[in-house]
Structures are given as C-alpha cells and as structure tokens.
C-alpha cells in the first residue's frame, strides 16, 4: 500500500482493504460485481413510460448489460423539473426486469421509502445528492439488498469509504462503489471524472467500484471514451445512461446514448478488457456466440 494512504482508510475497518481482506464481491442473480465479469448497468435516467423502458431494456440486454438502472424517484437539482414516476415506475422496473431477465438497479431517496424499492430493486442506488443522508445510509443496513453508493460531487474519498462504513456498521455489507465525477472549477464536462479514484479505492478498500461517465461527462459523445478509461485503470464495471430518443429524454438527454451508439462502446470495450491480466469478459454467452475468442 501506497505509504501516504497508510492509517488514512483503515479506520473504516469494514471496508477497508486489509491483507487478510483484499477483494468483495457482491452476488445477485447469475451476477458477480467485483469478481470477473465487468458488470455494465445500463438504461435511462428517469423511467418515463413503459414503451421507453421496454425498448431500452431489450436493446441494453441484447449489447451486453446485465443490469437495468432507471429511476423512479429522481433527486433533481431544479425543482420544477419531472420528478419521476414513483411506484409506477418501480412496476414497469419489475416488468422489464421479467422480460429481459436484467437485474434492477434504482435510486431511494428517502428512508421511508427504503422498503417499498427493496420490493422491487435488486439494487438500491444512493445518489451524490444523498451520500451523506446518514438517516439514509443506516436504514439501507438492513433493506437486504446490495447498494450502489455514488460518491457526493463533493466528497472526498474518505468521506465516501466514510458513508460506506455508516452502512456496512447498520447491517450491511454488500455495497458497491460509484466514481461518477466531483464537481471542480471545469465548466467543459458536467463533472471531472477523478479516474485516479478507481485504483485509489481498488487499494484502500476491498469492495468493488464502478464508473458512472455519463454523469461525469454530461455530453454523449465522451461517454464511450471514458468508458474505456474506467476499464482500463481496473473498474469492475459501468453505470450509463442509454434512450430511445436521448432528445426527447425528460432527463439527461444530453448525456444519454442511443442504441446504436451504446451497443458500439459495449463492442468497442471487449479488446480493452481483454488487454487486462485477468482477460475480463462481458458475459460468457455473448463471447459463445460471437466468437470473441
Ligand atoms: C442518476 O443516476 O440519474 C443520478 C441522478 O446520478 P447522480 O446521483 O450521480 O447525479
Ligand atoms: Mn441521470
């Protein structure tokens, strides 16, 4: 371990990265987050209709993705601006998750409704805005299911690992970590994505972390190119933001990729991953049938 980070993180003894306690992986489904695979979450922002999610469902699972994120409870930043389906949404995740077989991943909010997105998650997302809503965290400790904990566009990687602990100490120790950009005096990209993050946490912590580009980068066309920057510096997979129509999007278009543009990052990243030493792949189905081989 690098000398400088020695004492820094240990005291978040239940996520830190111990010799004894190198690697977490967490387990749902068929999936493996932090083993293997590089597990891609994909899908819109904000679940608008059920024609929207089905179509973005199917055309994800079929590039690649194994899990379907969409929020159904939105945190935005203006509050004029749509707010999300609620428990509609929270259905119509259930049904394209019974279609297309995807795991489902989704933002809570609030503790008071940690019970009724547990019903219907397999992943509870905790988003920048709420990283440090410790009401929150704590009662994630016992909603059964994995988190994905995004890092606070202003936190530290302390005050991450931090958070992680308040969950891990409530009950829970399957949680996933989230790079997704800080915000900095740039005013070129949304956020700065903080690459260096990603074998920062892979060295202080034993869980595993992935990469958020599209809201680091607020414009599509850095998504694939960050994408692969995440794989190569050792994430354990993606969350990104795909639509049917990105200029009709009620939220994020602008950082939404169309089908086609995802499902050619999805084929662009496999030689990236395939240069690292332990020759990740997407899904063994997919390299079956393409031959990657
Ligand atoms: C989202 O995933 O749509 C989202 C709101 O992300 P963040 O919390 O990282 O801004
Ligand atoms: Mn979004």
């Not at 009662?139 to 059964?144: I, K, S």
């Not at 499902?263 to 991953?273: A, E, F, R, V, W």
Request: aromatic share 4%; with cysteine.
């Amino acid at each position: 371990m690098e000398p400088k980070w020695n004492g820094q993180f240990s005291c978040f003894d239940l996520v830190a990265r111990t010799d004894k306690h190198s690697r977490t992986t967490v387990q749902l489904l068929d999936i493996e987050i932090g083993g293997n695979e590089f597990v891609v979450m994909a899908g819109p922002c904000a679940v608008e209709s059920e024609s929207q999610l089905m179509q973005t469902a199917e055309a994800v699972a079929e590039a690649g993705a194994r899990i379907l994120r969409g929020g159904a409870y939105k945190p935005r930043s203006s509050p004029y601006a749509f707010q999300g389906l609620g428990v509609e949404g929270l259905k119509l995740l259930r049904k394209a998750r019974e279609a297309t077989g995807l795991a489902i991943v989704t933002e809570v909010m609030s503790e008071q409704d940690v019970d009724v997105i547990a019903e219907y998650a397999d992943i509870m997302q905790v988003g920048t805005r709420s990283m440090q809503n410790y009401s929150l965290l704590e009662a994630l400790g016992h909603c059964g299911r994995p988190v994905l904990l995004k890092r606070g566009m202003t936190a530290t990687l302390e005050e991450l690992l931090q958070s992680a602990q308040v969950i891990a100490a409530a009950g829970n120790p399957d949680i996933i970590l989230c790079e997704r950009g800080i915000r900095t005096f740039e005013t070129a990209t949304r956020n700065t994505l903080d690459i260096a993050a990603v074998p920062v946490l892979k060295a202080v912590s034993h869980l595993p972390v992935i990469v958020d580009p599209s809201h680091a980068a607020g414009v599509r066309s850095l998504v694939p190119v960050l994408s692969r920057a995440a794989a190569v510096v050792g994430s354990d997979g993606l969350i990104v933001e795909v639509h049917p129509a990105p200029e009709c999007a009620l939220s994020d278009g602008n950082q939404s990729l169309t089908f086609g543009e995802f499902h050619h990052m999805m084929t662009d990243l496999q030689p990236y991953l395939d240069l690292l030493q332990d020759g990740r792949r997407f899904r063994p189905q997919l390299v079956a049938a393409g031959g990657a081989d």
